[in-house]
Nanobody
Framework: QARLVESGGGLVEAGDSLRLSCATS????????MGWFRQAPGQEREFVSA????????YYADFVKGRFTISRDRAKNTIYLQMNSLKPEDTALYYC?????????????????????WGQGTQVTVSS
């Protein structure tokens, strides 16, 4: 059984919204943070957003600020990524990740956590 399972991707038009979900089957008392990354064809994987599991502190890449919102439901061991005002350049395979290590507090959002577990990804395609 996969530790992280994403869902919620799909094909939408520019300006539409999607909500991604990621459920972890891990023992969340050891989870420090969970995050979302994405990878478009021919490009490197990039950080999108993260949330600390206990405090709920949130972090975003600049290109999604004001459009995407990350949240968590600790009772369901699940995080969400609400994506609004989607653009064609948001098209990518979106991955969920989990960190079981303490954060590097001096680092920026994309490198604050080292992620130990990864999901298989869910495809988001935004047509123009």
């Amino acid at each position: 059984q996969a530790r992280l399972v994403e869902s919620g991707g799909g094909l939408v038009e520019a300006g539409d919204s999607l909500r991604l979900s990621c459920a972890t089957s891990g023992r969340t008392f050891s989870t420090y943070a969970m995050g979302w990354f994405r990878q478009a064809p021919g490009q490197e994987r990039e950080f999108v957003s993260a949330i600390s599991w206990t405090e709920g502190d949130v972090y975003y890449a600049d290109f999604v600020k004001g459009r995407f919102t990350i949240s968590r439901d600790r009772a369901k061991n699940t995080i969400y990524l609400q994506m609004n005002s989607l653009k064609p350049e948001d098209t990518a395979l979106y991955y969920c990740a989990e960190s079981i290590l303490p954060p590097f507090r001096s680092q920026g959002p994309s490198t604050r956590y080292k992620y130990d577990y990864w999901g298989q990804g869910t495809q988001v395609t935004v047509s123009s």
